[in-house]
T-cell receptor
Framework: AQKITQTQPGMFVQEKEAVTLDCTYDTSDQSYGLFWYKQPSSGEMIFLIYQGSYDEQNATEGRYSLNFQKARKSANLVISASQLGDSAMYFCAMREGILNTGFQKLVFGTGTRLLVSP | SAVISQKPSRDICQRGTSLTIQCQVDSQVTMMFWYRQQPGQSLTLIATANQGSEATYESGFVIDKFPISRPNLTFSTLTVSNMSPEDSSIYLC???????????????FGPGTRLTVL
């Protein structure tokens, strides 16, 4: 079964509008971490935001916020006030068993390509 | 966040040859990870490299094809051996590193090595 599901292969948004990129996950662990990365055409993976399963508040980093709904197993990324430079691929990822140092692997979703138009 | 550099940034290689990719981190880290991203795909973990011990390979990846060295806490190399066109990918080095807010949970990636095999 897919651990990380990103159902939107592509999304379009106008500059200055907000956009939500969907991510659902599947795990039986109680402790896990969720990540969002941005990958521009250059290929680098840019860390955006992290949410731990025990974090009581939704993570925020500048224009990025993570809408964490634990019961629904969803971790959607919200980008406010989109900019042209936000056009890129966005990957959701999960690390299971964060309290167990033996589990280190990040599992990635298939990504969502975001295009911001003027 | 950790500053990670990779060399080379890109290369075009002939079938049957080998390429060694270097990864340098600006701080000491226990574990370094090597990921592969095939064209149009998501990221897949190749192996985890601990200093002073053999790397741990994921299913589908073997040491003969992807030998890894980890001579110290800031450096690792990944060799792609006996290359074929199917090895054309972006290869990314990654580390868990302390951040100002949540030490050792966030994970960062190097800029990647874009490999094309002819």
């Amino acid at each position: 079964a897919q651990k990380i599901t990103q159902t939107q292969p592509g999304m379009f948004v106008q500059e200055k509008e907000a956009v939500t990129l969907d991510c659902t996950y599947d795990t039986s662990d109680q402790s896990y971490g969720l990540f969002w990365y941005k990958q521009p055409s250059s290929g680098e993976m840019i860390f955006l935001i992290y949410q731990g399963s025990y974090d009581e508040q939704n993570a925020t980093e500048g224009r990025y916020s993570l809408n964490f709904q634990k019961a629904r197993k969803s971790a959607n990324l919200v980008i406010s006030a989109s900019q042209l430079g936000d056009s890129a691929m966005y990957f959701c990822a999960m690390r299971e068993g964060i309290l167990n140092t033996g589990f280190q692997k990040l599992v990635f979703g298939t990504g969502t390509r975001l295009l911001v138009s003027p | 966040s950790a500053v990670i550099s990779q060399k080379p940034s890109r290369d075009i290689c002939q079938r049957g040859t080998s390429l060694t990719i270097q990864c340098q981190v600006d701080s000491q880290v226990t574990m370094m990870f090597w990921y592969r991203q095939q064209p149009g795909q998501s990221l897949t973990l190749i192996a985890t490299a601990n200093q002073g011990s053999e790397a741990t390979y994921e299913s589908g990846f073997v040491i003969d094809k992807f030998p890894i060295s980890r001579p110290n806490l800031t450096f690792s190399t990944l060799t792609v051996s006996n290359m074929s066109p199917e090895d054309s990918s972006i290869y990314l080095c990654s580390v868990r590193a302390p951040s100002g807010r949540i030490p050792y949970n966030e994970q960062f990636f190097g800029p990647g090595t874009r490999l094309t095999v002819l």
